[in-house]
């Protein structure tokens, strides 16, 4: 695994205010400290919902057998409820959901842009990485939001995934034909750097960028914890 | 209206076998003995509601706003709910729904094909017009199914429908430049053609084409019906 935050950590061990122990002992409970207000972290995710959806959809449509087409259905349905459920609590709060997401529109439709694959398989592979690792990432900062909308928007994640759905259509490509894993082991690792600045780039800004970095960094190792695995499931190096 | 049966309506007459009164009676109750069997129906439906999934997602993933996006996404869970409906019938038949789909996805692929429209606006619009005209068909026909597989097809077509989303869309891009009416009036005039094709493919083949006819033309007459209830909607003319 490449070490994503090699040079962040140096910046963290430079002002170092608080002896080791404290920040290592409590990162885990101060990242939701980096939870932006309710509304800017349900535009950010409703938006990111739908962009994923909208590339399953692409998959859907571009599917070389009715077959895969019916599986990634299911997996787009899923993600669709999700978008539905994080508009619905913009919704609670009283606002208009597109309004709330359209300040996050353009980031995150040059994040789509970029991380569109060169074929359908790399597509896949998209789909598969981006919303495990974003889906996980907003799961994980939803748990500093206010109390009701936080529990609900826990529920929302914690609804059943798709990512077996992909994972194993997947699979099954890597299997028909065994050239095409190191082709989308690469791609899966590109993925990972554009994933993560649009992680990053809905995090609350804090006063002191030392104690953010030390916060963040424990978060982002897990998701690439994460990620190693479902690379792995894939047969793939992550 | 231009009548699309002008020249079936001469073969019906031809070999006249029951009297006028009889065919004008009965038409309404006979039309579900061009109803085919369970899978037939359910593979045709369900990809055809796959297919209007795969048009609004198109359609969202290059609307014009986020708002559009937002209002056409929920349109777009609405047609996928029909169609994982209908796909969960066949699997109470213990089928598996690629398999009783892939005879008729070929036809349904050209028809997607010659129905996509030149721009976005022309995209909705087939959303809307192949939507609720392929809808309101498949309902009908679903009057001829089994018995308790009819009735939840017909819960499954009764269910929410996205029509209303989709058409206030058409209404906001017409009001915001109506030198769009005439093109799309003209657009929606194209599209009830291959439509019908796609819902008399979808029919059982009778032993006698001229009853079977007697019995397809006052259905399609009320299509055509709510085809031009539905142009009027916009403001444009059928």
């Known amino acids: 695994v490449v070490n ?46 739908l962009t994923i959806f909208e590339n399953l959809s692409s998959a859907i449509a571009s599917a070389p057998t ?29 606002k208009v959901p597109s309004t709330i997401m359209e300040p996050y529109a353009a980031a995150i439709d040059d994040f789509q842009r970029i991380t569109l694959g060169a074929d359908w398989f790399e597509n896949v592979m998209t789909c598969l990485i981006t919303a495990g690792m974003l889906d996980e990432f907003f799961a994980r900062l939803a748990e500093g939001l206010p109390a009701s909308t936080g529990r609900r928007v826990a529920e929302v994640y914690a609804g059943e995934s798709g990512e077996e759905l992909v994972a194993a259509e997947l699979r099954r490509a890597i299997d028909a034909n065994p050239r095409l894993a190191a082709r989308l082991a690469l791609w899966g690792r590109r993925l990972v750097g554009d994933t993560m600045l649009v992680a990053r780039g809905a995090l609350a800004k804090g006063h002191n960028i030392a104690n953010d970095e030390a916060r963040i960094e424990p978060v982002f190792s897990e998701l690439i914890a994460s990620h190693t695995r479902r690379m792995d499931s894939l047969g793939l190096t992550a």
């Open 4 to 49: 994503w935050f090699s040079r962040r950590k140096k910046r963290v061990d430079a002002p170092r205010l608080r002896p080791r122990t404290d920040d290592s002992s409590s990162t885990r409970v101060d990242f939701v400290d980096l939870t932006p207000d309710a509304l800017s972290f349900l535009g950010q995710s409703a938006y990111v919902q």
């Open 66 to 94: 009715t077959d895969a087409k019916e599986r990634l259905s299911r997996a787009a349905s899923l993600s669709l409820t999700k978008h539905l459920g994080l508009a619905g609590e913009i919704e609670r709060l009283r």
